[in-house]
């Protein structure tokens, strides 16, 4: 009797041991610790050289400035001789100078899609004089259920119309224009293995990181710098093939250690 009552007890003691297991790596518990890093920035204010640092970081430096004021990243990027100030932001894409609008940056234009966030953008670059501005795109792509997190990328395409293979399935092929939102998706390829777009930057974002026209402002910004200098991002197909993976939160974190090294937070 008293062999079966241990017995009962042990098997008790284990089951509650069992409850008590921390949820494994990835799951929502720890997606939300990592996204929520980035809450924990926004009352950074960025010195000069952490405005000029995160220029050279691009569209990955955007959850940083969030604590900046829009005339103190102004100055930060004039000082840093960013070939697209802030300021030219706003005239071209929006019609108004810092000085005329709120210390929130807000004029009622905020974009939802990356067809208008790209129109916005062309229109950065068609005021700098990029050649071509309208094969530039902005691109994106969402974790899967929109777990909090968008993959960007600026984009060259020199075609306004293409053919793909579904990087979802691998296999069905697809045809999109300008109107569709998959368009908006980068695609190194088209659907006979002929070389499609060049990554010109890229960066994982939390989605609370870019909704205010501020922070869609400073994106556009850093993205038209990323252009007017002329890089290249060959690293982002890797990228992106563990995003769709599931593996964001890996990609994201390896990307903040960088972009924190380089502002040295």
């Known amino acids: 009797m008293k062999t079966k009552r241990l017995s009962w007890l ?4 284990v089951f509650l041991l069992a409850s008590c297991v921390a949820p494994p790596q990835g799951g929502p518990d720890a997606e939300r610790g990592f996204l929520g890093m980035f809450k924990g920035i926004g009352h950074l204010v960025l010195a000069p050289f952490q405005i000029a640092a995160g220029l050279l970081e691009g569209v990955a430096a955007l959850p940083y400035y969030a ?25 071209s894409a929006y019609g108004k100078r810092l000085n005329q609008i709120g210390p ?8 939802r899609r990356m067809r208008h966030a790209s129109e916005y953008f062309q229109k950065v670059l068609k005021r700098y ?3 071509d501005p309208e094969h530039y795109i902005l691109t994106s792509i969402d974790t899967a259920n929109r777990q909090g997190a968008t993959l960007f990328a600026v984009v060259y395409r ?7 293979i579904d990087k979802y399935d691998g296999k069905t092929i697809r045809r999109f224009t300008a109107e569709d939102r998959l368009f908006y998706e980068p695609f190194q390829t088209d659907a006979q ?9 890229w960066g994982g974002l939390p989605i609370d990181q870019y909704t205010s026209q501020k922070q869609q402002a400073v994106l556009l910004t850093l993205a038209a710098n990323a ?20 593996a964001f939160l890996d990609v994201m974190k390896a990307q903040d250690d960088k972009v924190k090294g380089a502002l040295k937070v």
């Open 193 to 201: 293995g002929r070389p499609l777009d060049t990554v010109i930057d």
């Open 129 to 131: 004089g990029v050649r």
């Open 104 to 111: 929130e940056g807000d004029t009622g234009e905020v974009f």
């Open 227 to 246: 252009v007017a200098e002329g890089r290249k991002r060959s690293d982002y197909w890797e990228a992106e093939r563990r995003w769709i993976s599931g």
């Open 10 to 13: 042990l098997t008790i003691a």
């Open 67 to 91: 604590g900046t004021t829009l005339a103190a990243i102004n100055d930060g990027l004039a000082k840093a001789q960013a070939k697209v100030t802030l300021d030219d932001t706003y005239e």
């Open 158 to 164: 020199p075609a306004t119309s293409i053919t793909v």
